[in-house]
Structures are given as C-alpha cells and as structure tokens.
C-alpha cells in the first residue's frame, strides 16, 4: 500500500479457457466430498444463494446481493501478503511451498482462560460457508466463498476479562521463508487489531479456506480474519498471536503510515483516501468500475456499532 504505484492496480487478464473451468470444476466436486469425508461440509450462510451443503463451483452463486463470485484463480492469482512481496501479482508465486505446518495460535492477554490452539482444533469449530465482498483500501475488490467460524466463538472459549476491550493479531515472523520481512522499512511482524465489539460481531471471521479448499499460503494459510466491512488491510493474514488488550493495538500501518491507513478503517465511498477516491472500485475479472458501498454493504449489520455516522475519525 505504501508506496503505491498506479502500475500495481493492473487489471486483472486471468481468465478460465472451458476445459480449465471443466477440470476445476471437477477438483472442487473432490474436494468437497473430501471435506464432508472428513466432516468438515461447509455450513452455507444462508445470505448465499449456494445449494445447502454445497460448495460453491466456479461461476456458481452469488454473494446475498446477487454478485458473482470472483474466479478462484484470480483470488489464488492476485492477493496482497507484504511478508512476501509488495506485487499482488508475484504473491502466489513467492509463497508457494511456504510451511503452514505445524502451526499454533496462543490467545492470551486480558482472559481467564489463556490457550494455544493447533490448527487441527481450530478446525474442530464448526466451519460454515460464508460469501463476503472483500475491499481492498487500493480500490480493488473480489467476492469470496470463506470457510471459516466466527471469532467470537473462540473468543468466548477463553473468557476476556471485562478490562479487556480491543482484540490485537499478530502474524508469523519468518523472515528465512518470508522474503518481504527482511524489508527494514515496515516493523515486522504485520499486526491488525478491532475493538472488543467489533472483534465479537457475528460477520467476524476466521477463515480456514475458500472456494471449499484449505487456505494457500498467499491467501493467508491456515488462518487468518475476515472482516468485510472495513479494508482488506484489516483481514490479517496467517494469524499465531490473538491477545485481549486494554488500549488500542498498535498495527503495523498505523506505526507505518498512520496519516493514510488508520484504526478504523470503515469502508466508505464518501471518505477519499488522501491520495485516491474510495468513490468507486475495480472489481477483479469484470470490466469497467462500481460504485463502492457505505460499509462495503453490511451498513444494516454494522452501523450501529458506530455512534455518529456522520464523524470522518471511523473511516479511515
Ligand atoms: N496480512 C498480512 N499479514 N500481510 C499483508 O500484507 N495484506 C492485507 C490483508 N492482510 C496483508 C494482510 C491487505 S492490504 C488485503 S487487501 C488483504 O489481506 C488481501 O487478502 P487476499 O490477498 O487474500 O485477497
């Protein structure tokens, strides 16, 4: 995000030939019996417009307000992961192969009940599908089929203290398998935080997978937060650390650049980036723009987390 280049915002030119669409297809059916067999069948939500119990195919389902799902080989193929590299392009590339395994996530802090967790009893939580709109704060978009639970659920698990009232993430530092982190200019390890509310509303996920697979690592793997109202800078990728705090986390774009990229991040057309309009948006694989959403759509769940709508300070 820092520095941007209007060169990065390419258009995006992957498209399925039928055959690939076909044989995609095809690996998703497996893929899906493969979760079932292992009884992990996603759970749809029912905002979706997918089959109950199935995972969306290729070109299947909409998000609740009738968008098409955004092709898996643009969500694999484009993704913003810094740890790696600062081009959405070469991400796939750069993070392939890296070890998500064993992995642990050690929730502590402000809680009666501190624990880590292995990636296997994350993904005991019952996972349930859900299509959220993803808004990048660079005015790109995508709509994608998580799978994943609600953070609240694990949040509940530990029990926060009642002096406990933001929630800070902390992503893996591996600077031998990430290249980006050697990178002195950003203060590695990527860190996001929400406040106690926020962190415990039901649209708050934790993501294990999309399009019915298992994360890959440039999308995250294996797990990381989903929160579709604010900017995708907020949906912190491959997540070890979840600590209940007192004071509000300092993330890493705050300690970088706090002028453009503050706590709040809100998605809202009317509120410009200080160096672009967030007015309309790209939406990955489709021509032309769309007029971005106040909250990226979910105004009716969210709003009223936020008293005084009208105050610039929740938007960026
Ligand atoms: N998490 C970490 N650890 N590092 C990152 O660079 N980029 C963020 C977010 N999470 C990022 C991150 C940004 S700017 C966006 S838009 C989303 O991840 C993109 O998610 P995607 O690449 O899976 O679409």
Redesign the pocket.
Known sequence: ?VPIKSSEITPEHIYLSRRKFLQAAGLLAANAALLAACGRQPVPLSTGTTTPGAVPALGEGTDELGNALTSLES?LG??????FTLN?NG?ARLAQGFSTSPWQVAVGGLVNQPKTFDIDDLRKFEQEERIYR?R???AWA?V?PWFGFPLSRLLKEVEPLSTAKYVRFE?IYDPDNMPGQKDRSFPW??V?GLRLDEALHDLTLLATGLYGQDLQP???APV?LVVPWK????????IVKIDLVEEMPQSLWLVTNPREYGFWANVNPKVPHPRWSQATERRIGENGRRETLFLNGYADEVASLYPDLDSRDWYY
């Open positions: 995000m969500v484009y993704a913003n992961y810094y740890e959405p991400v993803m990048c704060v660079e995508m994608i992503t390890p990527y996001e440039q999308n995250g990381r900017y995708g800078f907020k949906s912190i990728k491959s």
